[in-house]
């Protein structure tokens, strides 16, 4: 079910009742970038700490723009069935009363998601608007000091303001008092940025929107206007501007008071994104962004931390895609014991059951969802020799989840999961690997992970001059660059010793030595001379 700004409003009171009704929910983004090219290094790597990471990601959050939400809403049922409602949210930064928002975009991610269908005109003309908290404070200052502006810099939303202005400024000055005109073919934001511009620029005209694209204009007295802006019939109160302009806010703010389950794949990303764009701009410390997100959401649940291990314990292949793993599981699902919950698709949603659409957001939470039953029921079959009860409850299923509870999936580094009700685990990687170039004068990064890209993929770090530092996920990997560069003619391969090979150890060796030399020299010459 796609949602844009034009159907947001009406929409809402229903999304909360069934935000409150579930047992839990997924969400997927997509966002306008990854990872900002515009530092040096910004790029992931097996280096990183957890909070080294975290500082690369929030740079890149902070300048790519998030695009569209993708919600499932998981509602338990009778007889061991879910049903899901699943939404598509076009989202576009509010551009009212606020500065301007910048974004960036990534030629590869937008290219990526035009591969896979994304409609740019949904997310340009009908993206819901958002905001944070520090961006809604300013918006409410302005309101009550009468200082917001509308941000339309586009000529398309120039040209439309200005028509419409023409048109009432040409008929107001025939018109007479309770005369109306209509102004049509309004799309998104331009209903209210028409009303509070003509309300500000002319004393005398009335504004209500009527729906279908439409706004009414009628000429009133200054008097009589002043009596319409203080009852609850004025569309343009300062309140209703605010929760206009908050737009998808809204709901973020409604699954926060739910408390309910928050289910995401690879979702570091996501919750970052979560954290900047609709609570607080993303703050320096690591530990503070932690402790944030475990406050908003209490209960969180990463389904490629889960399927990890469920792919262990159960011997599946191993699968790199959420499609893959969805099919993976729908394919394996435990015969024996009791049946794994039946789920169905909302009437709304009825097309994600008849076709495939990967990368589409509302699609993927979908998936995202559906793994994380059916690999709690595979889970729960496996954990006990006694009979599984028919119909497991969702807290059923999240107990046999604890040990995955709060463990989001940390891609590519040393820890397999940060941990967000807890201290993360200890970095634990396979022995870094230390090569000395001998006979290849000044050598790049690039270069040695070129050369050994061929055997497997290694992170290169220069250590030296003339040394470098190969780190890997895979300790096989180690074994065979070991073992095929052990008589490489240019290349030495070992296996890296702190107390051997760092910079710093070796420069605290030399400073002790010259010191032990200058000292023994001392003695021996203050020797010779009592002599």
């Not at 009363?97 to 937008?110: N, P, Q």
């Not at 760092?502 to 605290?508: A, F, H, I, R, T």
Request: aromatic fraction near 10%; charge should be positive; include cysteine.
């Amino acid at each position: 079910m796609e949602v844009g700004a034009e159907s947001f409003a009406w929409r809402l009171p229903r999304l909360r009742r069934r935000v409150l009704r579930a047992a839990f929910v997924a969400l997927d983004m997509e966002f306008t970038g990854l990872h900002s090219t515009s530092l040096q290094n910004n790029e992931p790597s097996l280096f990183d700490s957890p909070a080294e990471r975290y500082v690369k990601a929030r740079h890149s959050v902070q300048r790519f723009a998030l695009v569209q939400l993708g919600l499932a809403i998981f509602s338990k049922e009778n007889s061991n069935k879910y049903l899901v409602h699943s939404y598509n949210f076009f989202l576009f930064p509010s551009t009212l009363g606020i500065k301007d928002v910048e974004f960036t975009l990534s030629a590869s991610s937008i290219q990526f998601l035009s591969h896979y269908g994304f409609d740019y005109n949904k997310f340009l003309k009908d993206g819901i608007p958002y905001m944070n908290e520090v961006q809604e404070k300013i918006l409410r200052q302005r309101l009550l000091a009468g200082t917001w502006k509308v941000c339309s810099t586009s000529n398309a939303d120039r040209d439309v303001l200005k028509k419409a202005i023409d048109e009432v400024t040409s008929w107001i000055a025939a018109a007479k008092e309770e005369d109306t005109m209509i102004l049509q073919d309004l799309n998104g934001y331009h209903m209210l940025d028409i009303q509070l511009v003509l309300r500000q620029a002319l004393e005398n005209v009335w504004t209500e929107p009527l729906g279908d694209k439409k706004v009414m204009v009628k000429k009133v007295s200054p008097e009589h206007r002043q009596l319409l802006e203080n009852t609850s019939y004025d569309h343009c109160q300062k309140k209703l501007i605010l929760l206009s302009a908050r737009g998808f806010t809204n709901l973020f703010q409604i699954l926060v008071k739910a408390k309910k389950p928050l289910v995401g794949h690879n979702m570091l990303l996501d919750l970052m994104h979560l954290h900047d764009k609709f609570y607080r701009p993303l703050p320096e410390s690591y530990e503070e962004f932690k402790r944030n997100i475990h406050n908003l959401f209490p209960v969180i649940i990463d389904t490629k931390t889960v399927t990890k291990y469920v792919q262990k314990k159960c011997l599946f292949p191993r699968v790199s895609s959420l499609l893959e793993t969805y099919a993976v599981l729908c394919s394996n699902l435990n015969s024996k014991g009791p049946p794994c919950p039946v789920i169905t698709l909302a009437s709304g949603c009825s097309r994600y059951a008849e076709k495939k659409f990967p990368h589409e957001a509302g699609y993927d939470a979908f998936l995202c969802g559906s793994v994380l039953l059916m690999s709690a029921h595979l889970l729960l079959c496996r954990s006990t020799d006694d009979a599984v009860e028919a119909d497991p409850s969702f807290s059923r299923y999240l107990t046999v989840l604890a040990e995955h509870v709060n463990k989001v999936n940390f891609i590519r580094g040393g820890v397999p999961s940060i941990n967000f009700s807890g201290e993360d685990a200890p970095c634990r990687h396979p022995p870094a690997l230390v090569v000395h170039v001998r006979g290849w004068p000044e050598l790049t990064e690039r270069q040695i992970y070129q050369e050994f890209k061929a055997h497997c993929r290694f992170d290169v770090r220069r250590l030296s001059k003339n040394q470098f530092i190969l780190l890997s996920n895979k300790y096989k990997h180690v074994r065979l660059v070991l073992r095929d560069y052990r008589h490489h003619p240019h290349l030495q391969v070992s296996v890296y010793r702190h107390w051997r090979h760092s910079p710093s150890v070796n420069c605290l060796l030399q400073i002790s030595g010259i010191v032990a030399l200058w000292s023994l020299l001392a003695f021996v010459l203050g020797g010779a001379r009592s002599c």
